[in-house]
Nanobody, 123 residues
Framework: VQLQASGGGLVQAGGSLRLSCAAS????????MGWYRQAPGKQRELVAG???????NYAESLKGRFTISRDNAKNTVYLQMNSLNPEDTAVYYC??????????????????WGQGTLVTVSS
């Protein structure tokens, strides 16, 4: 089971990016999914989260600029980032709580992290 993040890159201040993160493998179900970020020299912080039912929560400072969504049929979570500024420069990580099929009828819940995708916003 893995999470594969994509969509990062270099963008000018004021621009937009859309990150994607797809889960793959023997997945029974996916509960909460979310995005975190870690800027150079700083701790990893929550950006946004979304439940399997679509309820969302955001870091207070990012409300109105970032939007999280998910496609349950594709096991994918997205992060639309608008009006980016240099302070948004960070490695963005996706996270998911997944119930995976271990063997036969055996399921286990684990927390998974994607590999991170770098977002660089130039001034």
């Amino acid at each position: 089971v893995q999470l594969q993040a994509s969509g990062g890159g270099l963008v000018q201040a004021g621009g937009s990016l859309r990150l994607s993160c797809a889960a793959s493998g023997p997945i029974f179900s996916i509960n909460g999914m979310g995005w975190y970020r870690q800027a150079p020299g700083k701790q990893r912080e929550l950006v946004a989260g979304i439940t399997s039912g679509g309820s969302t929560n955001y870091a207070e400072s990012l409300k109105g600029r970032f939007t999280i969504s998910r496609d349950n049929a594709k096991n994918t979570v997205y992060l639309q980032m608008n009006s980016l500024n240099p302070e948004d420069t960070a490695v963005y990580y996706c996270n998911a709580e997944m119930v995976v099929i271990v063997t036969g009828y055996s399921h286990m819940q684990y927390n998974y992290w994607g590999q991170g995708t770098l977002v660089t916003v130039s001034s």
